[in-house]
């Protein structure tokens, strides 16, 4: 794995606490290595890792005092700038941290934002950064931060931390207001063209998901685009929706998202809540899983939690178990139960998408359909709306002048089709993807 390196990387210590009381039994078996990755994405040069066992964590300073004896001898020893704690710690027991080691403390939420402000591109997914990283803020301001290399920037104190720190806490009031003023209007915007995919009848599939589980990669492959997919967390800030590039799924549309991560900074959680908001509109999310992940688990619990914290449990979701070449399983694509909205892919390789097409058919569509019908002459609009849907597979004139179509579709659709006078089904019957052209 490779990461950029800034021109001066910041000697960090890490340290990581398992707390005895707070382990759940389903726990990630590898959390020390997601933190590094994490630490190594913000650009971090990682001189010693702490870890530790706690009962609880101690008011004022979050580490018991032997260890924060232990992290503050190994600063001073390894001349460190910089000690990244692995949770979220209070304004205070930062602060006192802060003083008892002589250099800069950033916790887990602080982290994370950092990295987001590393990676956010769009104007919108900026505007979220900051608002995020200024809430974050605002409890901290009163911390004395003269002695450290705040005019540096580095980590945690990247995007608004650099000039918004010189401020004082009116001022950054003022911004957040600001902010989610223009959110709002982009939010209104968005309410808008949901409006009109609505009035389209696209639906929409969104792609969910733990960071780094393939989310993009099989975006790319389901849409022929080229988004940034990279092996690092956090890869796509920005949420895409685009049409999909496979004719037998008709007017489908999908959505690529931000990742999740095991406790996401709620300021993260409520700053996105327009790329979130694409997430509710969604008529199908598709839970894409890294099944080479030994924590896959662990990681698709925190997702269904988070999904539920996010009130969009009722939502029809599709598990998608992908990096199944990764995970080393002979003859995967036999696991997948489309009908049950279970299936095995490899999204870097494109196999076993036959069987989340036909998957996502059946729950989006209600099945798929091939048949022949006739349109009375009146009804023009509606072949030509066939046509952009890219239902129709062949087109005749019958012996009494009318209109005759062999179509494929989903079964939805043909319902709601029949209904409408001059439109007549000569024979349908239920195809799979195998047998749809
Ligand atoms: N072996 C293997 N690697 C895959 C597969 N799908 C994705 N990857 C790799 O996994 C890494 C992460 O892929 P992304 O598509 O960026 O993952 P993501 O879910 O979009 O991640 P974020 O945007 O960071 O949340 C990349 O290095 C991909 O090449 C797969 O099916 N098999
Ligand atoms: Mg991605």
Redesign the pocket.
Known sequence: MSYSTQESQQKAILVHVEFYDFNKINSPLNAVNEFKELSLSSGASIVANVTGKLNRPNSSLFLGKGKAEEVRDLVEELCAELVIINHELSPSQERNLETFFGARVLDRTGLILDIFSTRASSHVGKLQVELAQLTHLSTRLVRGWSHLERQKGGIGLRGPGETQLETDRRLVGQRIKTIKKRLDKTHKQKEVNRYSRKKSRNKLAALV????????????ALTENSQ??????????DSVTRKNAIPELGPILFS?T??FISNLPTQLVESFKATLDELRSADLLVH?V?I?DQDFRFKMDQVTDLLSDLNLSHIPILRVN?????AGIIDYRSLSKPEAGEVW?????SEGLEELIHSINIFLRGGLFKGWVTLEPSLGDLRSELYSSRSVIEETINNLGLIQLSIQIGGDELSELEKIEGFEVLDKEKITIKEAI
Not at 209 to 220: I, Q, S
Not at 322 to 326: A, L, M, R, T, V
Not at 345 to 349: F, G, H, K, L, T
């Open positions: 998901g733990y960071t780094n589980a393939g989310k993009t990669t099989l975006f790319n940034y997919a990279a092996d690092k967390p956090f890869a796509t800030l690529d931000v990742g894409v890294d080479a992908n990096k199944s070449d990764k892919v490899s999204a870097e390789n």
